[in-house]
Every structure is written in C-alpha cells, then in structure tokens.
T-cell receptor, first 110, second 107 residues
Framework: EDQVTQSPEALRLQEGESSSLNCSYT??????LFWYRQDPGKGPEFLFTLYSAGEEKEKERLKATLTKKESFLHITAPKPEDSATYLCAAQKGGYQKVTFGTGTKLQVIP | NAGVTQTPKFRILKIGQSMTLQCTQD?????MYWYRQDPGMGLKLIYYSVGAGITDKGEVPNGYNVSRSTTEDFPLRLELAAPSQTSVYFCAAGPQHFGDGTRLSIL
C-alpha cells in the first residue's frame, strides 16, 4: 500500500533558525513528489514537484530535495510569514491518484 | 485568474439530507479530484476524473457520487448525509491547483 509519512508533526522555530521537514514515501515507481503550503481556512498552495532522486528545487527561503525514499523541505532563515502547514504528496507512475501525508505544522516566532 | 472555484464555502446539513458541492475550473485541465480533510489527517481522495465522461473511485467513495459532463465542472453529490461526512472538502484540477474548500457540518 502506498504511504506518505511526514515528520515532525509540529515544529516551532525562532525567526532565522533554519531547519528541515521530512517526507518519507513508499510508492513504487514514483511519478512525482509534491510539496504544498496550507494556511488556515485555505486550500493547499502548490510549491514544488520533484520527479527523480537527486533533484532539487528552490523558491525564496525554501528548498526541496528528493532521494529514493524521502524528500526534505529545507527552510533557511525562516520568517513569521512562513508559518503554515506543509504537506507532501506522492503520485505513483501510471496512476492519477496522489497520496498525501498528514503535514507538518510550522510556527515561526519573531 | 479564478483557477478552481468551490461553492458553497460553508454549509450545515441535517442527517439524511442531500446536497451537491460545486467545483469549476477555468484551466482546461483534464484531471480533477475531490478530497476530504479531517483534523490531523491527510487529504483522502474521494473520487477523481481524467476527463469529461470518465470518473473513478478513490480511497473513500462510500456515500458520495460524482459526474463530469464538461471539462470545467466536477460536482460532488452527497446522498443521505451522515455525521461521519462532516469534513472540509477540497476540489483540485491536476495535482497543483486547489480550491479553497467547502466546510460541511452534518448535525
């Protein structure tokens, strides 16, 4: 069964304190690994798609990386406005279904 | 620049009532999805569609129905609402574009 596990469940950082969020997946024949940001009362906002091990993508203070078993979302010098829940999801090759993790709730304190 | 539009944003239903959650996209995307999100849980796939006239079940389809008569619209129908269907429902076009959800309470 396809599974996506995110850790930690919650993370509290001081402004400027860099850290990483983890997303482990067991999906055979990965077609794509997605990262999203979700603010309270809103739908997920797409951040990145990673397709193959070794791939990296960056956007402002965020960098996503991918290995054959997990993905990391690195947050460099976070600001309070980075506070949100970060979701990852995996899509199996040949299928349109996407399996989501339960998310990491990030709080950045000024 | 609407993207994915869901209506209504909030709704309270009584047990046994029926309703349709509307979802419209303006990106001409073939793939559309319905998810539900419960507190502390990931998004669970209810139904999905790969194009007009084609739908398929996801992980949690019981108690729901969908149709896809056009590329733009993908409504989700709840028949005989039950308290277990209290949730936030999200529609998506492709894996990238989500609506802002419908918050549904069944009392």
């Amino acid at each position: 069964e396809d599974q996506v596990t995110q850790s930690p469940e919650a993370l509290r950082l001081q402004e400027g304190e860099s850290s990483s969020l983890n997303c482990s997946y067991t999906v055979s024949g990965l077609r794509g690994l997605f990262w999203y940001r979700q603010d309270p009362g809103k739908g997920p906002e797409f951040l990145f798609t990673l397709y193959s091990a070794g791939e990296e993508k960056e956007k402002e203070r965020l960098k996503a990386t991918l290995t054959k078993k997990e993905s990391f979302l690195h947050i460099t010098a976070p600001k309070p406005e980075d506070s949100a829940t970060y979701l990852c999801a995996a899509q199996k090759g040949g299928y349109q279904k996407v399996t989501f993790g339960t998310g990491t709730k990030l709080q950045v304190i000024p | 620049n609407a993207g994915v539009t869901q209506t209504p944003k909030f709704r309270i239903l009584k047990i046994g009532q029926s309703m349709t959650l509307q979802c419209t996209q303006d990106m001409n995307h073939n793939y559309m999805y319905w998810y539900r999100q419960d507190p502390g849980m990931g998004l669970k796939l209810i139904y999905y569609s790969v194009g007009a006239g084609i739908t398929d079940k996801g992980e949690v389809p019981n108690g729901y129905n969908v149709s896809r008569s056009t590329t733009e619209d993908f409504p989700l129908r709840l028949e005989l609402a039950a308290p277990s269907q209290t949730s936030v429902y999200f529609c998506a076009a492709g894996p990238q574009h989500f609506g802002d959800g419908t918050r549904l309470s069944i009392l």
